[in-house]
């Protein structure tokens, strides 16, 4: 299952509160009694995140910026203490699971060409894939199609159980064995999500068992998926789904809203991490900006060599570092994280190009 996520970049819970309210005051604090006695925000909040409380929010609230696009707040996140605001704890994460990703594509790849039987994704299946998204981010990010959050709870535990099924067998092609896998997902999905090691909104902010989750997903899809798409299929996919996500993101704010239910139901569609150096900051990547990032990993490894798949992991690192830091910077709280990460793989085509040019002459 491919679910795409744009990048989150926010003081942790407090966004939500933020969002609800929409109106800190000048010094961007917000009356914690105010907070409570929204009985209207507290209806909404207490349907789309049970598990979180709104004092806690609220008290964490008076003490951090808000990301909420205006231009005050955002002189006041563009520095600390005259230090650009940074975060390299995403970058690392999606070169390290990409290059993970790239690793284990190599190994598996003949298993997985034979188990699919030497089949490659057409033209047609790219529009149709990207397509599917697209209207799955509308459905659940519109919010006048009010999908009960029970059935998008089942919906994707059940892909996620699936996947995970499907690519343990692969591995070990046993069915007992295959099934032990999706059976301790779901059990510690329920026994753990409303916990600080699955929930990324509860203190010390790092949900171990959901990144651990997203992480698996992300590396299952790209190797599986990875086999399917050829260097035209590629091309064309990237192309679709960046016009997809910023329509999305940036115009109809749909991948946002689904993100964020997402999110809140704790199902595992990005991985968490708290910024660093910079410190106070919950930082989101979605799974399809991951399973992106390795699927183009991986076509440049097949066209190029092994060099310069590696080479693409770290590009990608770099350019998203870069620009990651110049939204952060600007007091932007989401933006298409697609955008990111091709920018890192034409980055690594060009020096590439570069080198090839230089060896001629």
Known sequence: MHYDVVIILTPGPEHYCARLRKAPSDNGSICEDKCIRDDQDSRWRESKHPSFSLKPICTVLKQAPILDGSSQMRQRT??????MMFDVSLPLALSLISGIVLFVH?????????????????????????????????????TAINVPEMAIMVFFLFAYSTVLFMFTYLILPKFYVALLT??????????????????????????????????????????????LFTWKT?????????????????????????????????????????????????????????????????????????????????????????LETVLMSSGIAAFPATVLVIAGWLTALGIRCLCKSRSRR
């Open 106 to 142: 190599t190994r598996l790849d003949r298993k997985i060409k034979s188990f699919l039987g030497g089949r490659e994704f057409t033209t047609r299946d790219v529009v149709l894939l990207v397509a599917l998204m697209g209207l799955m981010v509308t459905v659940l990010g519109w």
């Open 234 to 322: 590629t091309a064309i996919f990237v192309a679709l789904l960046t016009i997809m996500d910023v329509i999305q993101v940036l115009i109809t704010g749909f991948m946002v809203e689904s993100g964020e239910t997402m999110i809140g139901l704790q199902l595992p569609v990005a991985i968490a991490l708290p910024s660093f150096p910079l410190q106070g900051y919950i930082m989101f990547l979605g799974l399809g900006d991951i399973f992106l990032s390795g699927l183009l990993t991986i076509q440049n490894t097949q066209k190029y060599g092994m060099r310069w798949g590696l080479a693409t992991t770290v590009a990608i690192g770099v350019v998203f570092l870069l």
């Open 182 to 227: 999706p059976a301790l997902f779901l059990a510690l999905y329920f026994l753990y999500r409303d916990t600080y090691l699955w929930n990324a909104y509860i203190p010390p902010h790092t949900p171990h068992l959901l990144n651990l989750f997203a992480v698996l997903f992300a590396i299952c899809v790209s190797v599986y998926l990875g086999s």
């Open 78 to 83: 563009q520095s600390k203490d005259g230090i």
